[in-house]
């Protein structure tokens, strides 16, 4: 019996320090709870707001409002729906006021009341107008309220192959007075979905696309040009409080921060969200006001993302005057794509989701979730602030000296990117940046990255990782990098040399710059997997020739071709979708594999097409713009089967796929 109960408890040791050896997981410390929700209704979330009594009230796309009573599930854990307005034309806010609701739709800012008290708005008032032209794109956001009583609204630019103002006002935040009078605040905005208030100011969330070269938020303060140039044909209008005219923005491929040097009233992002590297489509942000209910990041910002359905974190800090700061990832996993964020009463956060015709990683067409912390505290890069001679990494428990002291822990890289018309950019002028050592603080919560002060460069987006730093505890840091946005430098004093560990690396020359540094493309325009010309052996032209579109949904227009064996074989890719994609052609079973290592490419993707370099790549475009096309020529593989093809866009794969029959 004594051996027994040793045994049981030498068992119970090593389950223990399994457990406690176990690799922890975002789950491990913020929970997704999902809310179960009636066939019936098509939750598809355009806006939320948490009610003083506990109820959540959201806006969908469908043109309804649902008050949703038990949203965090307590008691029997069954939630109830009651439906409280109808026949709206897509609502992407909502704003409760306690008298009323107020939310936008695509032409007005609604009014909504329920004057006799039965649950139902009886009042349908058009508390604010504005033009319309009619195209899908003109979304329509808001109101947000801001601290000082005043509201706010944000109107989407038309999409016709290119962002567009056709109707006044569109491209513009625009404040919105007690009495429906609409007051233009500043333009240059695309999609500005996520908006509101940080720390008394004005900040706003942007998406990649024409004149924005990656994902971004920016401190917009009155009169300010944000950088998309359609809205500035409003510019001349009476009561613009911006100057700039079209013709005024230069085209050059020039980093925008270098631009905005030249061209008084065009303001650089605070925080960059690299392309793909942390998302896709940047949508609602919410400041961590929990006072410590939803973990160790109060005071920061999150930041959702809706086409890659998770959630960043963003640290801001002020250098001569101007914000700046760090993004990190946080929490993937969410089951549609996030467009909403509202704080719970009890610290929790409400997450409202919807996919259709903006599709996302999540699976799901629409979803209301709410993350939880367990109460556990993640070992993160806390934050991140600017000093004279580098950076200073906050962590959130004490680091492990001996791992956090080596300069091998770390790597810091910069790069940016082109600001013009043309949609997106590829990351340009990147380097990677020699470290001359480490300091430590004694409480092991910072560390000091020491850098060449001359390494440092304004407006660039600077990747800092820490992928050897360990806790004390011998945790490896649950996300080990992030993305500082260096629009000033800190001031005060460098270190000196006996005040950090020196690095054991050699300095590295910067004297010379890859292909990829200089922002040209070092991938073959014409390998054997990319003929991009008819090879002059065939005479007689292809066998065939097979168009492929694509559709918004993350869709090719063709999900199943069929081609002989050994024929020759012209694909034309024509993307007619407001998003870049690329066709890559693979062999039997291996797309999902292809996908995943273009994700993993990182700063290199852009350089490489997000093709990555794999036997099981057959033939592929390069990235194709929007409304723009790319021919490839190949001869179709000898042996019989179901060929794939796929986009490798960082999170359109498991999507975008087709099935190439090759027969006999």
Same mark, same amino acid.
């Given at each position: ?372 912390? %367990? ?30 002291? $080596? ?5 810091? #890289? ?110 073959? %325009?014409?390998?054997?997997? =990319? ?36 024929? =020759?074989?012209?694909?034309?890719? #024509? ?24 994700? #993993?490419?990182?700063? $290199? ?60």
């Amino acid at each position: 019996m004594k051996n027994i109960v040793i045994t049981s408890l030498l068992s119970l040791g090593c389950l223990a320090a399994q457990a406690q050896n176990k690799a922890k997981t975002e789950d491990d410390y913020y929970r997704i709870i999902t809310m179960p929700i009636p066939k019936t209704i098509q939750m598809e979330v355009g806006g939320m707001a948490v009610l003083p009594d506990g109820r959540l009230a959201t806006s969908t796309r469908r043109g309804e409002v649902w008050m949703i009573g038990n949203p965090y599930m307590k008691g029997d854990g069954q939630p109830t729906f009651h439906r409280f307005a109808s026949g709206l034309h897509e609502p992407l806010g909502l704003f409760y006021r306690g008298k009323d609701i107020l939310l936008s739709q695509r032409g007005e800012v609604t009014r909504l009341v329920d004057t006799d008290n039965d649950g139902v708005a009886d009042v349908y008032d058009s508390f604010a107008r504005w033009p319309l032209s009619g195209n899908y794109h003109q979304y329509s956001y808001g109101p947000i309220p801001m601290p000082n009583g005043e509201m706010l609204v944000t109107l989407n630019l038309d999409w016709v192959g290119r962002g567009a103002s056709q109707s006044k006002w569109r491209g513009w935040m625009l404040k919105l007075g007690e009495d429906g009078s609409l007051t233009p605040y500043a333009t240059g905005l695309r999609s500005p979905a996520g908006f509101g208030s940080y720390k008394g100011d004005i900040f706003y969330t942007e998406n990649q696309g024409d004149w924005v070269g990656s994902g971004r938020m920016t401190h917009l303060e009155k009169g300010d040009f944000a950088g998309n140039v359609a809205g500035l044909r409003w510019s001349s209008e009476p009561g613009s409080p911006v100057k700039l005219k079209p013709e005024d923005i230069p085209d050059t491929g020039e980093p925008l921060y270098d631009v905005a040097k030249k061209v008084p009233g065009i303001k650089p992002p605070a925080v960059w969200f690299p392309h793909t590297l942390m998302g896709i489509s940047t949508s609602d942000f919410k400041e961590d006001t929990t006072a410590g209910a939803f973990g160790p990041f109060q005071g920061q910002l999150f930041v959702g993302d809706q086409g890659h359905s998770k959630i960043m974190r963003v640290d801001m800090e002020k250098v001569n005057g101007v914000y700046q700061g760090a993004c990190f990832p946080f929490r993937e996993g969410f089951e549609s794509g996030i467009i909403r964020m509202v704080w719970g009463l009890d610290g929790s956060m409400f997450v409202g989701q919807t996919s259709r015709g903006w599709s996302a990683t999540g699976k799901e067409d629409f979803g209301i979730q709410r993350l939880v912390w %367990t109460g556990q505290m993640p070992f993160e890069m806390k934050s991140i602030h600017s000093m004279p001679d580098g950076f200073e990494v906050t962590f959130t428990s004490p680091v492990d000296k001996a791992t956090a002291s $080596k300069s091998d822990s770390y790597k810091v #890289n910069s790069f940016t990117y082109k600001y013009h018309h043309i949609y997106g950019s590829p990351i340009i002028n990147a380097n990677e940046l020699a470290i001359k050592g480490i300091s430590v603080s004694e409480d092991g919560l910072r560390a000091r990255i020491v850098l060449d002060p001359a390494s440092l460069r304004k407006g660039y987006i600077h990747e800092v990782k820490a992928e050897g730093v360990q806790s004390k505890d011998g945790l490896s840091l649950l996300h080990n990098f992030g993305y500082y946005t260096l629009n000033e430098i800190a001031g005060g004093a460098a270190l000196t040399a006996s005040q950090y560990t020196a690095s054991t690396k050699p300095a590295m020359d910067h004297s010379t710059h890859t292909a990829a540094a200089s922002g040209t493309k070092t991938a073959e %325009t014409n390998s054997a997997k =990319r003929v991009t010309e008819m090879p002059a052996s065939w005479t007689n032209g292809p066998d065939q020739v097979i168009n492929i579109g694509t559709v918004p949904g993350l869709k090719f227009d063709v999900t199943e071709i069929q081609v002989k064996a050994g024929s =020759r074989i012209r694909i034309n890719l #024509n993307n007619n979708d407001d998003m870049l994609h690329n066709l890559v052609i693979t062999k039997p079973g291996t797309a999902n594999a292809v996908g995943e290592a273009g994700l #993993n490419l990182g700063l $290199k993707g852009t350089e490489m097409n997000y093709v990555p370099k794999s036997d099981a790549v057959l033939f592929h475009t390069n990235i194709v713009e929007p409304e723009k096309s790319e021919s490839i020529y190949f001869v179709a593989p000898k042996t019989p089967g179901t060929y794939q093809y796929l986009c490798t866009f960082p999170g359109h794969y498991t999507l975008m796929q087709g099935k190439l029959k090759v027969v006999k």
